[in-house]
């Protein structure tokens, strides 16, 4: 029986058939949606709380993405692009990191 939130997220990437995207060469298990441009991890897979950021490159299934934003992060739109408009506020007690991707343009 799953004891806390942290340990159903664990289980629950078991149970997706562990997937798993990459970052700065490391894997960690996730959750992802391709239809909706997310994946949910764990915030414990990452040391220090050292997460991706936006226009980070993350590898899913073989394809590069690039990180729009990461859970409550807020963006804006600008002549140059999209821009974060406010802080990642990292809620202490939510053991999961949604991270929101999209595929690179290509000309």
């Known amino acids: 029986m799953v004891t806390d939130l942290s340990s159903a997220l664990t289980d629950c990437f078991t149970a997706t ?7 700065n060469s490391n894997s960690y298990s996730c959750v992802p949606n391709a239809e909706r441009g997310n994946l949910v991890t764990s915030k414990t897979l990452f040391p220090l709380h050292a997460y991706p950021k936006q226009g980070d490159i993350i590898n899913i299934d073989g394809r590069d993405f690039q990180v729009l934003k990461i ?3 807020t963006i804006e739109m600008t002549g ?3 821009v974060p408009d406010g802080p990642f506020i990292d809620e202490r007690l939510n053991p999961s990191l949604a991270i929101f991707f999209e595929p690179f343009i290509r000309k």
């Open 80 to 82: 140059g692009g999209m």
């Open 71 to 73: 859970a409550n992060q």
């Open 17 to 23: 058939g562990n997937e798993v995207f990459i970052w």
